[in-house]
């Protein structure tokens, strides 16, 4: 039997033949165009699908990747935001110990300006029934009532001076002034009951007006010398931190070594620091304060560095310091723990030095009736005389009243003399090349 051979193909099935050719790599194609797209598509998603919960900016990214960072554009954002005023607002610190109260509101009564905020701290060692008097006496004056500027600080401390309590107390009357005025003044001034002032405040007020208000005026020192011997390596104990009856500190045998994390400082326990720079030492956004406060805890005559070291190791402040503790002080050479107490020989010497104030004063010394007379014009309990006076004499009772303009200002003598001590620091050759050293 014969096999029969399959038919031959006819032009239909060629071209049906012809178009499954490239139908196929066409359809590979295809599909091969859609797995890329698809893919394509996946991987943006997922990309942006990751950066949307990414914990880490880009670093284009404007806010900051740091809490500290945040903090401080918060707070420069804050200043930025308060434009200087006109006349220059002062926050106080005025302390004292047992038997100060007299020399106290003598002292408060020569500071006193109604732009400026007090906060008098009379120690835990002063009797409880001496506070009080100076309380009554401070919440009666009809000056004080108005203005309302005034602070006692009820619940005292108890202050050593050799120990780290001057600091805690410091620090204490600091958080008061920015909780009750947190924007209403410019800078911080420490003083004690032996301080007095050689200028009235519309001297000081008027002086202030033309300065820089991020000037911090504070003597410092980093040739510490025999201080790395005596007072850093040594380890003390103040009593002053867990005791309510006041005693000297007290030596550990162990010494320590220099810190390495930040460089020490020295200088004067009395300055005038500015608003920006309190407000760093009690919120401390990078730690730094905090971690030297516990530091000098252990460090005998701490107020004589803590300030110092903190403004110094912050290259935001660090250039913001004019070496003077504006005032005149008398010291032995070389000098021991305390100065001289002035007296009526004293009184060309603070005069001719410009400064705006002078310590260390004995209660009810001559020297300071000298000083009322014919250096502030003032009569015995009663304020020194400036525009606010005569404005306050001259305004209807109970109208808001406010020095507002340097033109309310009534400047003497004592601003020029006190132009002449600042235009002199500010000026002197190499000020920029003496900042923190």
Known sequence: MMESKPP??????????????WAVPLLASVLLSSLL????????SSRALLLSFSPLPSAAAAEPLFVEAKLRQHHQAAAAARPPRAVPRIAYLVSGSAGDGVALRRTLRALYHPANRYVVHLDLEAPARERAELAAALRADPVYARFRNVRVVTRANLVTYRGPTMVANTLHAAAILLRDGAADWDWFINLSASDYPLVSQDDLLYTLSSLPRELNFIEHTSDIGWKEYQRAKPVIVDPGLYSLQKSDVFWITEKRSVPTAFKLFTGSAWMMLTHHFIEYCIWGWDNLPRTVLMYYANFLSSPEGYFHTVICNVPEFRNTTV????????????PKQHPHYLTLNDFDGMLNSNAPFARKFGREDPVLDKIDQEILGRQPDGFVPGGWLDLLNTTVKGKHFAVERVEDLRPGPGAQRLKKLVTGLLTQEGFDDKHCV
């Open 8 to 21: 031959s193909p006819g032009p239909a099935s060629a071209t049906h033949h012809s178009h499954r050719r």
């Open 323 to 334: 070496n003077h503790d504006l005032h005149f002080i008398s010291w032995d050479n070389p």
């Open 37 to 44: 797209i698809s893919a394509s598509l996946f991987f943006s």
